[in-house]
């Protein structure tokens, strides 16, 4: 079993829509876990830290469920430039774990 | 924030070749750096994990003596893919941190490789 799962997709939703992504992860000893933004070609750029209380800044709220091992990602009111493969990452003892991401397409 | 650059940006080599990549952190102190693959719509895999000053710990699978690691200042990391061939092809990213303040890494721009 993959250490980090995601489906990879794509995603495709109009502009203003609310998507939320999902993401399992194998180790229960993790602590740490962060989403990525990948563009086409170019390099991740970290979205957002997920901690045990969840975060939320902007549109952007991820979630982490302990018992169940997943992490997600909800994205409201989609925006054209959302459009990028948002990774999922673990952070183990000294590096970063990544899921193949999930690939999102927002249409005007 | 922290600045990670790469280069080159992109090389194209003939079989049997060597490249070597260069990663430097700009702005900051980088204590390690790792270095990365990614193959079209695969997720990236870290390579190495390399400390200043020291022997780069490699993951399993990857021929250290293929990929040639060197991290010799604080500033600056090397990769060198040596007899490279066309499934040496991939998208080499780098990134960066200075553990004494974070344990965020931050990352290049990435080097796409194509060997012919």
């Known amino acids: 079993r993959k250490e980090v799962e995601q489906d990879p997709g794509p995603f495709n939703v109009p502009e203003g829509a609310t998507v939320a992504f999902n993401c399992t992860y194998s180790?229960?000893?993790?602590?740490?876990f962060f989403w990525y933004r990948q563009d086409c070609r170019k390099e991740p750029k970290l979205l957002m830290s997920?901690?045990?209380s969840g975060n939320e800044d902007g549109r952007f709220t991820a979630q982490l469920n302990r018992a169940s091992q997943y992490i997600s990602l909800l994205i409201r009111d989609s925006k054209l430039s959302d459009s990028a493969t948002y990774l999922c990452?673990?952070?183990?003892?000294?590096?970063?774990?990544f899921g193949t991401g999930t690939r999102l397409l927002v249409s005007p | 924030g922290a600045v990670v650059s790469q280069h080159p940006s992109w090389v194209i080599c003939k079989s049997g070749t060597s490249v070597k990549i260069e990663c430097r952190s700009l702005?900051?102190?980088?204590?390690?750096m790792f270095w990365y693959r990614q193959f079209p719509k695969q997720s990236l895999m870290l390579m190495a994990t390399?400390?200043?000053?020291?022997?780069?710990?490699?993951e399993q699978g990857v021929e250290k003596d293929k990929f040639l690691i060197n991290h010799a200042s604080l500033t600056l990391s090397t990769l060198t893919v040596t007899s490279a061939h066309p499934e040496d092809s991939s998208f080499y990213i780098c990134?960066?941190?200075?553990?004494?303040?974070?344990?965020?890494?931050?990352f290049g721009p990435g080097t796409r490789l194509t060997v012919l």
């Open positions: 990134s960066a941190r200075d553990y004494r303040i974070s344990h965020e890494q931050f």
């Open positions: 180790n229960s000893a993790s602590q740490s």
């Open positions: 997920v901690y045990s």
């Open positions: 990452v673990e952070a183990g003892f000294q590096k970063l774990v």
């Open positions: 702005d900051f102190q980088a204590t390690t």
């Open positions: 390399s400390n200043e000053g020291s022997k780069a710990t490699y």
